[in-house]
């Protein structure tokens, strides 16, 4: 018997001050059964933080090969960013490069690994590449605090990351760095 995935509601109330951008989201979110709780919160915070018209989650989720995880498109459907999450290989980093005009990754992983893959072969463009690493204890706390239903206050000011949920406010740091530094 095949294992289904597990629907997540996250009600976000976003407040990008570095980006000087402010929505409410209602996001439905599909965990893949591979997919850990801590995949999941940096796939939805990718989304958040990434936040512009046009933006969406792949629809063949995190088991999708062709597709990024998150994408922006324009109303005609060209893309616009593709943004991974997790360590993407130097081979689809180097596909999503020669997509899209914008790539973005999102991690929680240490930059080292992230960086020896890229080094392993030649990804274009490399140098504008943007890497996001998301706190691990933020992630950490975030996940034993989280529901399957949520609402949440979603704050990037200055390089740190606030979110509250219950009235309870994880903080952490959200790096930002280019593949190629």
């Not at 850990?36 to 995190?62: D, H, N, W």
């Not at 994408?71 to 980093?93: C, F, H, Q, Y």
């Amino acid at each position: 018997m095949a294992l289904t995935a597990t629907m997540h509601r996250f009600e976000v109330s976003l407040s990008d001050v570095d980006r000087d951008v402010y929505e409410a989201l209602d996001l439905r979110m599909a965990r893949h059964p591979s997919e850990t709780m801590r995949f999941l919160l940096t796939r939805m915070l990718a989304y958040c933080l990434s936040y512009e018209e046009g933006i969406a989650f792949s629809k063949g989720g995190v088991s999708s090969t062709d597709e990024p995880a998150v994408s922006v498109r324009d109303p005609t459907g060209l893309l616009l960013a593709w943004i991974e999450v997790g360590s993407p290989s130097a081979e689809r980093l180097h596909k999503a490069a020669k997509a899209s005009r914008r790539v973005a990754v999102f991690t929680h992983t240490e930059l080292t690994a992230l960086r020896r893959e890229a080094t392993s072969t030649h990804i274009h463009k490399a140098h504008t590449i943007e890497v996001f690493r998301v706190d691990p204890a933020l992630l950490d706390e975030l996940e034993r605090a989280i529901q399957r239903n949520a609402a949440l206050e979603v704050v990037r000011n200055d390089g740190m990351l606030y979110v509250t949920i219950e009235g309870r406010t994880i903080e952490g740091e959200i790096a930002r760095t280019f593949l190629g530094d």
